[in-house]
């Protein structure tokens, strides 16, 4: 990055910040100097995921929450994470509609990214994603993400607190606890808290996660809200600052984000590695140790120590 590129980010240029996201997106080839740069200036933002179940009102949530957020003072950026999932219905509309409402507002930033496999994956993404709106000086940057697969646990490596949105009347409990979602949970929210089930459920997370908790641990609190008339919308902002206080205060931030830290470190070494292995020629090597058939006759770990070998002896 020149530092034309990093002073138009870094002033709020939401045209260029847009252009350095579909870089990352696209892998262009972006030197690690790029995010060097951009490091002193990340520091100030939390970065915070929204994930639950398709349908759940996540969106709509975000939605309501981006006027407290600049009731503040504060500025915003979104991500949404595949909006176009075959599972929703009407999401892409609904965040089109969402960017146009706050299309010149310069303390909003919008923008939605697939979940396909990435090189080094999307955790990966999603942190070089938040490092550039961040260094465009938002204060909280939003993932949301469909709790149906692996995405949302790859982009809960990447915020500093997850809030897991479920909603009355799915059997949701059974649903959160086979995807996971109990371990990754910050904080709880209990939408569409109009429809019918919603103390049932309030009661059965209460009792799960009570029995989930260990001794010491910061058990998520579980807040109720209605996102199509914004209540309790406010008291669940208030919550994720009072819920960030407490993380701070007990060290789990700061632990977070080292964990976080060093997770970037091995990916990167990770990835840089595996670059360098797989040559053309290394790749044309494994074609032809496997171009018919009876190759599988050969042990696998044969062909890789002949490939390994090769590598290592240049
Ligand atoms: N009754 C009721 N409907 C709601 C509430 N919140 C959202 N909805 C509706 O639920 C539907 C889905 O809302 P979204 O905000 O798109 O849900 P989502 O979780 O983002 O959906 P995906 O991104 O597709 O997983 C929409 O039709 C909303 O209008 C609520 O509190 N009560
Ligand atoms: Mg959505």
Known sequence: ???????????????????????????????????????????????????????????????CLIPEILSQAKSVGVVAVDPSSPFSGGALLGDRIRMNRFYDNNDVYIRSMGSHQYLGGLAKKAQEVGDVIAASGKDIIIFETVGIGQAEHDVVKAVDLTVVVLMPGTGDEIQLMK???????????????????????????????????KPDSLEPPVINTI??????????????????????????????????HRDRIRG???????????????????????????????????????????????
């Open 227 to 260: 996102a199509s008339t914004g209540e309790g919308v406010f008291d669940w902002y208030n919550l994720i600052g009072d819920h960030l206080k407490e993380m701070d205060k007990r060290g789990i931030l700061e632990s977070k984000r080292l964990e976080r």
């Open 1 to 63: 990055m020149d530092s034309t590129m990093l002073n138009s980010i870094r002033s709020n240029n939401h045209r260029e910040l847009s252009r350095a996201i579909s870089d990352i997106e696209n892998d262009q080839d972006i030197s690690p100097d790029y995010f060097i740069q951009l490091h002193p200036y990340i520091q100030q933002s939390v970065r915070i995921g929204i994930t639950g179940p398709p349908g759940v009102g996540k969106s709509s949530l975000v939605d």
């Open 179 to 213: 995807a996971g979602l109990m371990e990754i949970a910050d904080i709880f929210v209990i939408n569409k808290t109009d429809k019918k089930g919603a103390n049932r459920l309030a009661q059965t997370l209460q009792a799960l996660l009570h029995s989930f908790s």
């Open 268 to 314: 990167l070494i990770q990835d840089r590695l595996l670059r360098k292995f797989w040559s053309s020629h290394q790749l044309e090597q494994l074609e032809k140790a496997t171009q018919s058939v009876e190759s599988i006759q050969s042990s696998p770990y044969e062909i890789a120590e002949e490939l390994l070998t090769a590598f290592e002896n240049g």
